[in-house]
Nanobody, 124 residues
């Protein structure tokens, strides 16, 4: 089993930047591809970004391309999501998740393990 813990969220102003972290324990993260999802109040959980097990492939939702960057450090068992130029519509709880699929997975159903989420609130 994999335990995932997100951190780095907070209350920020529009235009600010944040770096979210997802630390894994229980098993080495290098066995999993990873994804970030977010869920805003009253909305369904949506895909944000994903990275393959070795970092060789990444994928982003159209709404975040150019502002979000996913990366991983398997030696530290951690995945990151760098967010630039935050917008109020980025306000959500951000979740990281892991999947045994070695490539890129965009649907939540492919992810077996989830963190508890970190809140990002962007004020205008």
């Amino acid at each position: 089993q994999v335990q995932l813990v997100e951190s780095g969220g907070g209350l920020v102003q529009a235009g600010d930047s944040l770096r979210l972290s997802c630390a894994a324990s229980g098993r080495t993260l290098s066995s999993y591809s990873m994804g970030w999802f977010r869920q805003a109040p009253g909305k369904e959980r949506e895909f944000v970004s994903a990275i393959s097990w070795n970092g060789g492939s990444t994928h982003y939702a159209d709404s975040v391309k150019g502002r979000f960057t996913i990366s991983r450090d398997n030696a530290k068992n951690t995945v990151y999501l760098q967010i630039l130029s935050l917008k109020p519509e980025d306000t959500a709880v951000y979740y990281c998740a892991s999947t045994r699929i070695l490539g890129i997975a965009v649907q939540p159903k492919w992810y077996a393990y989830w963190g508890q989420g970190t809140q990002v609130t962007v004020s205008s």
